[in-house]
């Protein structure tokens, strides 16, 4: 158990629809990360938040956001969802803002859009 | 940004013998190279890390050493058993200053009985 937790574990959604995925960091952790994962592929990060703010984007759609609460967990928004959006998100937390440190991984959760 | 390639992509070792991985990356800054494993259907994990400074890092039986010259560094699994069947991940960075890890395309390492 890493100390990162994920909730929900499983969703199943249709097209067109918005889900909230939420994560909570390791106690003392700053940093929180989101990554996509679909079918066979490797990890696309997503964007960063560090102690509130966001830190660094990557391939992050338009349609999805995020955010980070002063009690640091975070929420991934994904909405106007697409059968393409169907994948295993994870968040990572890392004490420091840096990636240069370990990343300590969610469960996942596990996404599907019929 | 930082580009990274491992390879192999898939590796299929009998139980007992040795499996290397190796990661090329493109930015010569980069001075933090961790290695990830993910089993199936669970969270990846950081089985070993090395920082520039080093050139070989060893944890009982997994390995990683770093060719900096060259840009590239490797996981090294000795006496490989059945629980080593994952996919693995590099993930070089800058450290500290990069914002995110970019990570390889993965090895699926399938050990045979």
């Known amino acids: 158990d890493s100390g990162v937790t994920q909730t929900p574990k499983h969703l199943i959604t249709a097209t067109g629809q918005r889900v909230t995925l939420r994560c909570s960091p390791r106690?003392?952790?700053?940093?929180v990360y989101w990554y996509q994962q679909s079918l066979d592929q490797g990890l696309q990060f997503l964007i960063q938040?560090?102690?509130?703010?966001?830190?660094a984007k990557g391939n992050i759609l338009e349609r999805f956001s995020a955010q980070q609460f002063p009690d640091l967990h975070s929420e991934l928004n994904l909405s106007s969802l697409e059968l393409g959006d169907s994948a295993l998100y994870f968040c990572?937390?890392?004490?420091?803002?840096?990636?240069?440190?370990?990343?300590?991984f969610g469960p996942g959760t596990r996404l599907l859009v019929l | 940004g930082e580009n990274v390639e491992q390879h192999p992509s898939t590796l299929s070792v009998q139980e007992g013998d040795s499996a290397v991985i190796k990661c090329t990356y493109s930015?010569?800054?980069?001075?933090?190279f961790p290695w990830y494993k993910q089993e199936l259907g669970k969270r990846p994990q950081l089985i070993i890390d090395?920082?520039?400074?080093?050139g070989e890092k060893k944890d009982q039986r997994i390995a990683v050493t770093l060719n900096k010259t060259a840009k590239h560094f490797s996981l090294h699994i000795t006496e490989t058993q059945p629980e080593d069947s994952a996919v693995y991940f590099c993930?070089?960075?800058?450290?500290?200053?990069?914002?995110?890890?970019?990570f390889g395309q993965g090895t699926r390492l399938t050990i045979n009985p």
């Open positions: 938040y560090y102690n509130g703010e966001e830190r």
């Open positions: 993930a070089p960075a800058v450290a500290p200053g990069a914002q995110k890890l970019v």
């Open positions: 090395i920082r520039s400074n080093v």
């Open positions: 930015d010569s800054a980069s001075n933090y």
């Open positions: 990572a937390s890392s004490i420091s803002q840096g990636a240069g440190e370990t990343q300590y």
């Open positions: 106690s003392g952790d700053l940093s």
